[in-house]
């Protein structure tokens, strides 16, 4: 097919027929945002590989199903998001988000501005401290839309909301944080 | 977009999320490689149960002494239930040897139970044995050791897959724990299941004349009971809740 990737709706019509290595690229493109969520679900690194695993095992299983055309991610997502709710109920825990080490630290010398003081490194500490605070609705509402990126559709298949349902509970958190940490904005 | 918005935005980027693991072998691994083997459709005879063998089961609780005095906890699913009690009757461990030939009843090649299901993920069973002793009757997939499953020391066998009919509306059997054994809910495909890990549990089955015999009853290891449609599945065998729930999930017509 050329130098040019498959999109995906090429690629699940091809695993439809029974091309494995078709489902093996799906597998390849997909498995960091499906882990990253399922991490997100879990707290756990060992979980959420599990859950993707079984996830796309079973998304692979129940290909006949999907629709044509439909966008091949958020279905995913809302697999791999059911799984990884089944272990987190399971294992009856989550740990908290962890920040990487910040390698590259703010750049000194800017005039401190509202924006500066929000990205300070301590801050940032401040505003994951306090989403991890976060109920559990409003604290993936935040991840899903913030940290994974999904639209607020796609946020809304993973976790089997409304599109209403993400946007009210997006912006109450928001509000929550924002009471958390003071901000004005 | 705001400036808290930007902020956390900026605070993704900075998440530690621990390393992705390449996954695209080991599921290609598991949807390519798995062995398919249908059995004839399973005659449809609508199956006689005799109820003759009803007995409240209050009544074989009261059957093995060592019980009787603290039931501490229940969990229950629709054709068995499980018990928390202080201790464990005393009951022999099962000869390995002897294990195959225990509870599980005649060998069949094609099994006349409706509505059987067969996990795909391990393939056809080794041997296959139907017992017509609870109500409904009772089907058991014989697994031998091999691919990471070690022998279990409780049946003598890999994995043990039972299934019953769970629409029969009262409990055959019975699940006694203790101590530190764990007995977790979970889901499966969206039905409720039960995984029972750690220390060996106590297992009964109802016998014909109703009760809950010490002859039927043996220890049994890491177990995970769960309801698909009618029937009630059992998995038992020395293996961990993920490759249970591997297991049922794949459980297929």
């Avoid at chain 2, 928390?84 to 599980?104: F, G, K, Q, W």
Wanted: charge should be negative.
């Amino acid at each position: 097919m050329g130098d040019r990737p498959l999109a995906d709706d090429d690629l699940v019509a091809q695993a439809k027929q029974g091309d494995t290595r078709a489902y093996g690229t799906l597998v390849e493109e997909h498995q960091t945002i499906a882990f990253r969520t399922a991490y997100l679900i879990t707290g756990s690194a060992a979980d959420a590989e599990d859950a993707v695993q079984e996830a796309f095992v079973k998304a692979h299983r129940a290909l006949g199903r999907f629709r044509p055309g439909a966008p091949f991610r958020p279905w995913l997502l809302s697999i791999v998001a059911n799984e990884a709710r089944n272990r987190r109920r399971s294992a009856g825990r989550r740990e908290r988000l962890a920040l990487r080490a910040a390698e590259d630290p703010l750049s000194g010398g800017a005039v401190p501005s509202p924006e500066a003081a929000l990205l300070d490194a301590e801050r940032r500490e401040e505003l994951l401290v306090a989403v991890n605070d976060l109920r559990e609705d409003d604290r993936l509402a935040i991840a899903c839309r913030y940290f994974l990126g999904l639209s607020e559709e796609e946020t809304a298949a993973t976790l089997d909301w409304r599109r209403g349902t993400v946007k009210s509970r997006t912006s109450r958190a928001l509000d929550r944080l924002r009471e958390r940490l003071g901000v004005e904005v | 977009m705001t400036e808290l918005e930007r902020a956390l935005l900026r605070l993704g980027d900075e998440l530690a999320f621990p390393e992705t693991p390449d996954l695209a072998q080991v599921v290609l691994g598991r949807i390519g490689a798995v062995p398919r083997r249908r059995w004839p459709l399973p005659s449809r005879r609508m199956l006689a149960v005799a109820f003759v063998v009803l007995l409240v089961a209050f009544g074989a609780i009261m059957a093995v002494p060592a019980a009787r005095t603290a039931i501490l906890d229940f969990f229950g699913l629709r054709g068995a239930t499980v018990q928390r009690v202080e201790t464990l009757p005393a009951v022999p461990r099962v000869p390995a040897a002897t294990a195959r030939a225990l509870e599980l009843g005649t060998p069949v090649s094609t099994p006349k139970f409706a509505g059987l299901l067969v996990p795909e993920a391990l393939g056809a069973p080794d041997a296959v044995y139907f017992s017509p002793a609870v109500p409904g009757g009772k089907v058991s997939l014989v697994y031998e050791p091999g691919g990471g499953v070690p022998v279990s020391q409780h049946t003598g066998v890999g994995i043990l897959v039972t299934e019953f009919r769970g629409d029969i509306e009262f409990r055959f059997v019975e699940k006694w724990v203790a101590g530190s054994t764990s007995v977790e809910r979970l889901t499966v495909d969206g039905s409720p299941g039960l995984w029972v890990e750690g220390g060996p549990h106590f297992v009964l089955f109802r016998t014909e004349d109703g009760e809950f015999g010490e002859d039927s009853a043996r220890l049994a290891g890491n177990t995970l009971l769960v309801e698909r449609g009618s029937l009630l599945v059992r998995i038992e065998g020395d293996i961990d809740r993920e490759r249970a729930v591997a297991i049922a999930e794949s459980l297929e017509p």
